[in-house]
């Protein structure tokens, strides 16, 4: 490894100030330098360098504006939810988890029916026991839970957004009953695993009423 001493020297050119910056590059590079006299090497590595700073300083600009941009679409999400509803209307909330709890039975149902179509499949089976499993765990989470609050009050904004979002939604959250205890079949389902599951539906409608204020606002 060589070093190349005075790849940028010190001194005054068109008024701004040189110094002087040593910098190691591998030998047949400096070999393959040196064979090339007519080429001003330092203002070379100069370029190099303010082009890379440049490009530093775009990117950790876009990231600033991107973390800026989340923080301003979660607090406004944060407000949506604590504003569109004081107390949760009771009954609201009851039919809010029914349909969810609704949903997971017939999912159940349906790998049922699967399991008998291929009996050699024992896939449909167990995940159709995790399916009834999960459904068990999640009503005997009292309806006042937070997560459940979270849980209505998100599909309660969803329901006024754009069509859109309340079919990714949906979509989401079929996909989800689709695959359950399918390919980790045989596992008993807990009441952490029905939390989990629970939680991970909830951030994931948070997140895209969170992503339609971001977009709202880069408008």
Known sequence: MACLPCII???????RSMARMTISIPDELQERLVGVQSLDWSAVACAAFE????????????DRERELRRKNAQERLERRLAESVGAPDPEQMAYSRSLLLGNITDQAQWRDQKAEQYPGDERNGYSAEALRQLARHLSNIPANDPLWVRYYRAWDQL???????????????????RTFGFHDYGRDVSLEDALQFLTNNVEVLEDILAGDDADDGAK
């Open 159 to 177: 329901g006024d957004d754009d069509e859109t979002e309340v079919h990714s939604a949906i979509e989401h959250e079929r996909e989800e009953l």
């Open 9 to 15: 020297l010190a001194l005054q050119v068109q008024g």
């Open 51 to 62: 082009s890379k700073l440049n490009e530093l300083a775009r990117q950790l600009a876009a």
